[in-house]
């Protein structure tokens, strides 16, 4: 690849057999030997060009070849067999990277967002990115960008895509062979499973809350017998309500980055099973009237302050009040 890209200007001075073993170098170059390496491609270039006087195109393929050598001292060559009959097809390979911890910013709602650099955008004519998520999370929107030169941003140019499952993809066209970019993702929990639940279980315990307080100001109405009739047959029947929820507290061993992102569901649940538990108590314990009413009011707190926890997870209100900017530093 390096023979096949060096400038004409640097070709015609030093041969091929000389610089085979510079450009075998750079393609293996380890962790540990990049600056001596690079520092060698340099005396070699500026050997090569000694005084000349370059031209703008001239200037342009020694940039891009030194943008080249760059990335061959940084990144790696993939190389692949493929079948006889394939050659000369146009193919796509991918190669994936495995992140349990993701950098990200924001957390505490059902979004999250990524962002990851990508510093060698421009290696290709058309960068392809694919993110594909745990089960239980979705990919809400995928923004490739390229970063430009420009302070004002006006040399930035954006793909998107919208995918709204567990796989995403974008591509992008790089303007240059130095391109490099970031990748912003918003994924989210997935509206099945431990969300769906949680939702209705918030809304069976408010209306279960509400409804207990209309019988207590109106029990005269509501009911036949004593109000004060403890232990009352519901407390067994409430108690059933705390075991199927911290049942969802036990699951399967789950990618850390589902474990963070649905946190803020397991703890509503648990604090939904408190409040059932001090109800069921209520119903079983008889206890002073001014006990009582401290721990009614209690259990209204707990839904209350739940189900503006589940609101702020549900609507995203973090994510919305402060979006991270998309700014990354290459050194």
């Not at 302070?151 to 709204?164: K, L």
């Not at 431990?194 to 005269?220: E, K, N, P, Y």
């Not at 004593?226 to 789950?254: F, N, Q, Y």
Request: proline share 5%.
């Amino acid at each position: 690849m390096l023979e096949e890209k060096l400038p004409p200007t640097l070709k015609a001075v030093w041969s091929r057999s000389s610089r085979r073993e510079l450009f075998l170098a750079i393609a293996s170059c380890q962790t540990d030997s990049i600056d001596e390496t690079g520092d060698r491609y340099e005396v070699w270039r500026d050997d090569a060009l000694g005084n000349k006087v370059l031209d703008e195109a001239a200037r342009q393929q020694i940039e891009d070849f030194d943008a080249l050598v760059g990335q061959m001292l940084t990144n790696f060559v993939f190389l692949v067999e493929v079948k006889e009959e394939l050659v000369g097809q146009r193919l796509i390979l991918k190669y994936a990277l495995d992140q349990a911890a993701p950098n990200s910013r924001g957390s505490g709602t059902k979004r999250l967002v990524i962002l990851q650099p990508v510093p060698d955008l421009g290696f290709a004519a058309s960068h392809h990115m694919e993110v594909e998520v745990p089960a239980g999370l979705v990919v809400d929107s995928l923004t490739l960008a390229e970063i430009g030169e420009a302070e004002d941003g006006s040399g930035d140019q954006f793909a998107e895509s919208f995918p709204e499952g567990r796989v995403g993809h974008v591509n992008i066209e790089p303007s240059t062979p130095q391109a490099v970019g970031v990748l912003r993702a918003e994924i989210s929990v997935a509206r099945q499973g431990l969300f769906f639940f949680t939702q209705w279980t918030l809304i069976s315990v408010v209306a279960l809350v509400v409804f207990a307080s209309l019988v207590r100001l109106f029990d005269q109405f509501f009911l036949k017998m004593e109000p004060d009739t403890i232990p009352s047959p519901a407390a067994s029947i409430l108690l059933v309500g705390p075991a199927l929820l911290i049942s969802w507290m036990s699951r399967l061993p789950e990618h850390r980055l589902v474990a963070r992102m649905v946190g803020p569901l397991r703890g509503m649940l648990i604090l939904s099973a408190l409040a059932l538990t001090i109800v069921a108590g209520l119903a079983a314990v008889r206890l002073q009237p001014t006990v009582w009413e401290g721990a009614w009011w209690v259990v209204v707190a707990l839904v209350a302050a739940v189900s503006v926890w589940f609101m702020y997870f549900r609507f995203d209100w973090r994510i919305r009040g402060h979006q991270p900017e998309l700014v990354v530093e290459y050194t």
